[in-house]
């Protein structure tokens, strides 16, 4: 059943408003008429993605995309809607992760900038990005990596209010070209949290040294030092704890996009393995007569409709956030760890049908299978992520609380919140909807069924042998735990988008069946785990379950993944 994949050929956008559709149509048309060979020889060549910001510029994409309506100067076109923005981020990672990190680091480098009360910078960041401009992050150092409480970028007070800064930053991008670069520092007078500064620098001062491209690649990941950089208090963005505050927020916004970007990597990719293999003969017959080979599409296929479903489904709750709901401080870092971890199991699952093709320059999947694995690995790490999940994990699974219901949130509004979130901490006090209603309204699919006990049993897993206070400070050992409540959260809000959506039954169950063996894996890894007590063990294997086997469904579902034969080809 084409339809539930992006398809650039087809897709219109006809839910969003109309300067909405022009832009997305507008960035298709882009990267299709640039054609393939040119994309792929772009890629190559590791070619500065200069064409696309000639044509951001133009179209004023990132001004209208990325601009807050409060500095819109009264366009109504221009406006922070997550929306219209996951929508982007998947046509980027459908045509090349290079583009999708240019918007990605932009997002980065606007965050402390539209969180701080400094007027002057806001009003430059929304001209800039009229101007076509693009933004820098600058956070992460080599020897500290994103170690927000280390810095060795350092500000010197000058006498006058203002400072110099003086220090090396690692792993920026665009820092090459950044009209902002939001930079985090300390001052040299002062010690602890109340030494945090960040501020914003221009990549074209001539105290700021760009060294290096740390990467071989389109995109410019660079190095760049610092040296007595003055900076004006129409500079600095935050100070002190709100400085430390603005970072960590910041990555909470610049991380919910990744998992769109990983989404339309998947999808290209899936478009040219399926067109592939199925006019592929081998021994006599098509590649896709082979039952290993059906049983990978369409794995492959569930967990990618999964991805989506579960993203989009987050979109609403991100919209819909506030100081009195943050259930998306659970949500925001599934979308970066499960769903982008779910993108490389998708590419995996996809290179070991098209094997050597996969490798091939002339392939958009030889460009898709290099990048997919740095998706999980930006914006902090999986382990990391999965260790900020925990922390809802018994309120989430043990003590529910009434919400007004969320429905589908892709109307054209300014998403304010992203900006005002306020002060760290309180992740053990979030409370959450019950979410067993989800799993009990949908009973009556066998596999939403079985995996329901393996939910429940997590549930008694935390009453009955939750992990000791030595174990709970072996991150090897809580990362399974980890990873087993993700898959509960995941399987709530797949429901719940399913029900939206009017998913088709026989997909729906084909994601409950990776769902069920991806559990009873988790548990197996737990039960092997040196410290794991003989309760836990006891616990781990009793909640190992095998998938209801439904041959006539698998079947089915093949077919949808076979219609996708030949569905869309990028122009040459």
């Not at 066998?446 to 400070?473: D, H």
């Not at 039954?505 to 990776?514: E, K, N, P, Q, S």
Request: aromatic residues 12%.
């Amino acid at each position: 059943m084409p339809g539930l994949l992006l398809n650039p050929s087809t897709a219109d956008y006809a839910h969003f408003d109309a300067e909405t559709r022009r832009l997305l149509r507008a960035t298709v048309e882009f990267f299709e008429s640039y054609g393939k060979e040119r994309l792929l020889r772009a890629d190559l060549e590791a070619e500065w993605v200069a064409d696309f910001l000639e044509f951001e510029k133009r179209e004023k994409l990132f001004a209208t995309f990325l601009t807050p309506a409060a500095y819109a100067a009264g366009d109504p076109n221009r406006r922070w809607d997550a929306a219209r923005n996951a929508a982007l981020s998947e046509i980027f990672g459908f045509y090349g992760l290079s583009y999708w990190y240019a918007e990605q680091v932009t997002i980065l480098g606007l965050g402390p900038i539209w969180m701080s009360d400094n007027e002057i910078a806001k009003q430059k960041a929304a001209q800039q990005l009229v101007d076509g401009e693009v933004m820098a992050f600058g956070l992460s150092e080599r020897a500290h990596g994103a170690d927000v409480y280390s810095t060795d970028m350092v500000l010197t007070p000058t006498g006058d209010g203002g400072f110099t800064a003086s220090g090396t930053k690692y792993y920026i991008g665009n820092g090459n070209v950044a009209g902002m670069v939001s930079v985090f520092g300390r001052r040299a007078d002062v010690e602890g949290p109340d030494a945090y500064v960040f501020f914003a620098a221009d990549s074209r001062h001539p105290a700021y040294r760009l060294i290096d491209n740390v990467v071989h690649g389109q995109m410019f990941v660079s190095t760049f030092e610092l040296v007595d950089y003055p900076v004006t208090a129409d500079d600095v963005l935050h100070t002190g704890p709100d400085a430390f505050a603005a970072a960590l927020n910041t990555v909470n916004v610049g991380k919910f996009n990744l998992c769109h970007g990983s989404i339309g990597m998947c999808e290209h990719a899936f478009y040219e393995a399926i067109t592939h293999s199925n006019n592929r003969i081998l021994y006599g017959d098509p590649v896709t007569d082979f039952s290993h080979v059906r049983g990978n599409f369409v794995d492959a296929y569930a967990r990618m409709v999964a991805m989506k479903l579960f993203s989009d489904r987050s979109v609403d709750y991100f919209r819909s956030a506030s100081r009195e709901d943050r259930r998306y401080l659970l949500f925001n870092p599934m979308t970066k760890s499960k769903v982008t971890s779910e993108g490389e199991k998708v590419m995996t699952l996809l290179l070991d049908v098209v094997a050597a093709k996969g490798y091939e320059k002339t392939t958009y999947f030889h460009q898709a299978n290099r990048f997919i694995g740095w998706l999980p690995r930006l914006e902090g790490t999986v382990h990391v992520n999965v260790a900020q999940i925990l922390k809802f994990m018994p309120n989430y699974l043990l003590n529910p609380a009434d919400y007004p219901e969320i429905g589908t949130r892709l109307e054209a509004g300014d998403d304010a919140f992203f900006f005002a979130q306020g002060s760290l901490g309180g992740a053990s006090k979030v409370r959450f909807a019950d979410w067993t209603s989800a799993y009990e309204a949908h009973a009556d699919v066998p596999n939403v069924a079985v995996f329901y006990e393996q939910a429940q049993a997590l549930r008694t897993f935390l009453q009955t042998a939750a992990p000791s206070p030595e174990q709970a400070k072996d991150l090897d050992f809580v990362l399974d735990v980890g990873h087993l409540f993700s898959l509960v959260v995941y399987g709530q809000l797949i429901l719940e988008q399913a029900d939206l959506t009017g998913l088709d039954r026989d997909v729906l169950a084909r994601i409950f069946d990776v769902l069920i063996r991806d559990f009873s894996g988790y548990a197996v890894g737990l039960y092997g785990k040196a410290s794991a007590t003989e309760a836990q063990q006891q616990w781990a294997l009793g909640a190992v379950r095998r998938p209801v086997a439904d041959a006539e469904a698998f079947d089915r579902v093949w077919q949808q993944v076979a219609a996708y034969d030949g569905a869309y080809e990028m122009r040459p």
